[in-house]
T-cell receptor, first 115, second 110 residues
């Protein structure tokens, strides 16, 4: 299967600071990347869809000014949580598709804890 | 109505038995269907995908799709304790969006 690398694996930050999470497709070009968040014992919630070179499409209820997504190249997408608050604490997972039909491959996830 | 629904479980089966996991989806226009396994604190990993009605087998895993009933299932034969995880059903709709069920927790008892 394809390899999707996500960094950092975990991050602890103070309330009000910004956190950037990187997602890279290592052995394929990802035309589309997705960002999900997952609260404990709940399912994955799609936050946004990003296509290389264009603006991300956000799901209803997701603040685009708070969760900044950049997909500058075919192998890299970033999610920046701006002015993070404790309620933003969650498991954030990126995924990518491209070159392998419709299959979706996931990064290892980032556990964000905002104090 | 949720896009994808699964029984949250837990589903407990003895080692060596067949585990049967079920999923229903709401949109008849859904195009492809996936099963992912997620261990606690880890991200999901793809197990099976299926596009057409019927069965698809891969090793100990069999995915079954019935589009008329909007129903997808995953059978795990000869269940092992290492199969204990949460299994997520995912549906790919138009515009490439993937929607996930809430997952079924499977416990395989030695």
């Amino acid at each position: 299967g394809a390899v999707v690398s996500q960094h950092p694996s975990w991050v602890i930050c103070k309330s009000g600071t910004s956190v950037k999470i990187e997602c890279r497709s290592l052995d394929f070009q990802a035309t589309t990347m997705f960002w999900y968040r997952q609260f404990p014992k709940q399912s994955l919630m799609l936050m946004a869809t990003s296509n290389e070179g264009s603006k991300a499409t956000y799901e209803q209820g997701v603040e685009k000014d708070k969760f900044l997504i950049n997909h500058a190249s075919l192998t890299l997408s970033t999610l920046t949580v701006t002015s993070a608050h404790p309620e933003d604490s969650s498991f954030y997972i990126c995924s990518a598709r491209g070159g392998f039909g419709e299959k979706l491959f996931f990064g290892s996830g980032t556990q964000l804890s905002v104090l | 109505q949720k896009e994808v629904e699964q029984n949250s479980g837990p589903l407990s089966v003895p080692e060596g038995a067949i585990a049967s996991l079920n999923c229903t989806y709401s949109d008849r226009g859904s195009q492809s269907f996936f099963w992912y396994r997620q261990y606690s604190g880890k991200s999901p990993e793809l197990i099976m995908f299926i596009y057409s009605n019927g069965d698809k087998e891969d090793g100990r895993f069999t995915a079954q799709l019935n589009k008329a009933s909007q129903y997808v299932s995953l059978l795990i034969r000869d269940s092992q304790p290492s199969d204990s995880a949460t299994y997520l059903c995912a549906v790919n709709k138009i515009f490439n969006k993937f929607y996930f069920g809430s997952g079924t927790k499977l416990n395989v008892k030695p």
